[in-house]
Every structure is written in C-alpha cells, then in structure tokens.
C-alpha cells in the first residue's frame, strides 16, 4: 500500500498531487546473497495500482525485473568476480495523451517514481532522477564486480570501526529508452547508452557505493546504499 503527495509551483501556478492505491509483486530469488550475489537469479513481476479513490488520477503500471549472476571464480589477485546482468522493463496501460481547457496532458499517469521512467541512481546512471518518462520503458545493464584480494581499508587503523570486509571495482555498462507504446523495434531504436565505473565497500555487513558514469552529453556522481540490481 503507498500513499504519496506532491506539491510543485511552476508558470501556471501551483499544482497538487495525490495518489494512492496499492502494489503487488510476485518474486522468485534463489541468489547465493542477496547483499551481494555471486550466482543464482532473481525474476519479479511488479503491479501497481491507483484505483482514483481520494486521487488526483487513477493509473495501472506493469513491470518486470530479471536478473542472473555468474560466479566468474577467483584469480592471484581477485577474491570474487562475478558478472550481474539485469532486464528489466514497464508498461503503463492507463497512459494516454489528452488535452483540456488548458491544453495538452497525460490521462492516467503514475507519480515518476512508480512509473515507466529511467535516469537516477539504479538505471541510466549518467541522467538526473527520471530525467526520461513515457508510456513504456526498457532497459539492460552488465557489472563485472571485482574483488581484490589486497585490502587496505580494512587493515587501517582509522577505519576498523567500520568493519571494511572488502573493496570492489565495478566498470558497467547500461542502456534503455521509454516509448509511446510497448513496442520491441520502437524500445530498441536510439537507446540512450551508459558507460560507468563504481568504488563500492562492505562496511558493517552493508553495501555502500559511489558510481560514475557517462553518456552523451551527460554525466552523474551517486553514492547510495546497495547495488543497483
């Protein structure tokens, strides 16, 4: 169940969001860890709901996320490498354009966060926060997670009350669209393409992480907690 309000003032004045409804999920995950998986895969099939009750508009969002890891074994100079893979696509049946008195707008449209959108910490990593939003959406992206065996941090006096257990470099890349419609040849036509590079730590049995990344005409910084996928 989610409840969400948003307020936002721009050129016409200021404009009041309200949506509300609920969100089921069925999930099979049979990963090895799932703060940090190095085989086994995970498949989610996500509905979300906003029935119009005490709403500003009622939508319908579909979502699908598959993702596998391959143990790719240890070396001389690597404790763990593993290779991440994620799919994962959205559909917004309820979305249609429309226009009014005051022109044009989105019938049946989720709040950003719900919805077919792409950009910000987990997917399109270069791009703001659900910098791009349409009907539909897809996307793919590979890590190659790496190990070191050396670990500084953790033998570093200043830093033992973090209990580093490890470090990892994480060169990725992504790539995805949103669309008008749900369409394979229109999703996999001038995908926007992401190239990266993340420095994340285990620290107090917890994944931090700081990932850079790069496009075309477009660059971001994120430290969060967690790996994307």
């Known amino acids: 169940v989610f409840n ?59 979502q699908l996320d598959l993702r596998k890891y391959y143990d790719l074994g240890r070396t001389s100079k690597l404790r763990q490498s593993v290779l991440a893979l994620d799919y994962w696509t959205s559909y917004t049946p309820s979305w249609e354009p429309s226009v009014d008195s005051l022109g044009p707008f989105i019938d049946g449209r989720p709040p950003n966060e719900l919805g077919s959108t792409l950009g910000g910490f987990n997917r399109l990593r270069a791009y703001p926060v659900n910098r791009f939003s349409d009907k539909a959406a897809i996307y793919y992206s590979a890590e190659y997670r790496m190990i070191p065996e050396w670990n500084p941090l953790g033998s570093m006096k200043l830093l033992k009350q973090l209990d580093i257990d490890w470090w990892m470099f994480v060169p990725f890349v992504e790539v995805g669209r949103v669309a008008p419609h749900w369409s394979l040849s229109d999703l996999h036509t001038d995908m926007r393409k992401v190239l990266g590079l993340g420095l994340r730590i285990m620290a107090q049995k917890a994944v931090f992480r700081l990932d850079t990344a790069v496009s075309s005409g477009a660059w971001s910084m994120y430290a969060m907690v967690g790996h994307p996928f």
Request: proline share 2%.
């Open 4 to 62: 969400r309000h948003r307020t936002i003032t721009d050129e016409s004045g200021l404009n009041v969001g309200d949506s509300n409804g609920t969100i089921f999920a069925l999930e099979y995950d049979n990963r090895d860890f799932f703060a940090n998986p190095t085989k086994g895969s995970l498949q989610k099939i996500t509905f979300k709901k906003d029935f119009g009750f005490k709403s500003t508009d009622d939508w319908t969002v579909w």
